[in-house]
């Protein structure tokens, strides 16, 4: 069994024609599963759950999966950073976000919207999970 981090985008109640009633953000999975493939579909599960039982992801919402990173353990001795995010400027400017920076390598990426789609590094966000309004 492994540990799998999920890190995800989400567009909510796009739906809404008023803009500062539509909602975007980011949000973390966590699971331990035998395998990523097993990861993801309990990642989905969970999703939909929560789009069942709360109003996080409602009306018209998209979710992107940024990345998925796989840990056999939690370090015990020195703590492990796993997110680093730096915002510069208003919100709809691009952003840093980094996962498990240190000291070899920083695993940053840069994160803009463009045209209401997450682009990371110049490249459209893979799609995870779409729902519409009228889904129950």
């Known amino acids: 069994m492994m540990l799998y981090l999920g890190k995800f985008l989400h567009m909510t109640n796009q739906q809404?024609?008023?803009?500062s009633e539509r909602r975007h953000g980011?949000?973390?999975?966590?699971?331990?599963?035998?395998?990523?493939q097993a990861a993801l579909k309990l990642f989905k599960v969970r999703?939909?759950?929560?789009?069942?039982?709360?109003?996080?992801?409602?009306g018209d919402c998209t979710i992107y999966i940024v990345h998925l990173l796989e840990?056999?353990?939690f370090p015990s001795?020195?703590?492990?950073?796993?997110?680093?995010?730096?915002?510069a400027?208003?919100?709809?400017?691009?952003?840093i976000s980094?996962?498990?920076p240190n000291g070899s390598t920083d695993g940053c990426r840069i994160l803009n919207w463009?045209?209401?789609?997450?682009?990371?590094?110049?490249?459209?966000?893979?799609?995870?999970?779409?729902?519409?309004?009228?889904?129950?």
């Open 71 to 73: 840990l056999e353990e």
């Open 98 to 100: 980094c996962s498990t």
């Open 114 to 136: 463009m045209k209401n789609r997450p682009e990371i590094d110049g490249e459209d966000a893979n799609l995870f999970v779409e729902f519409h309004s009228g889904d129950s």
């Open 47 to 58: 999703i939909t759950e929560s789009r069942e039982k709360s109003d996080l992801f409602e």
């Open 26 to 36: 980011e949000f973390n999975l966590i699971v331990d599963a035998e395998d990523s």
């Open 89 to 95: 400027g208003d919100p709809i400017m691009p952003y």
């Open 77 to 87: 001795e020195r703590a492990r950073m796993l997110y680093y995010k730096s915002v």
């Open 16 to 19: 809404a024609q008023v803009e």
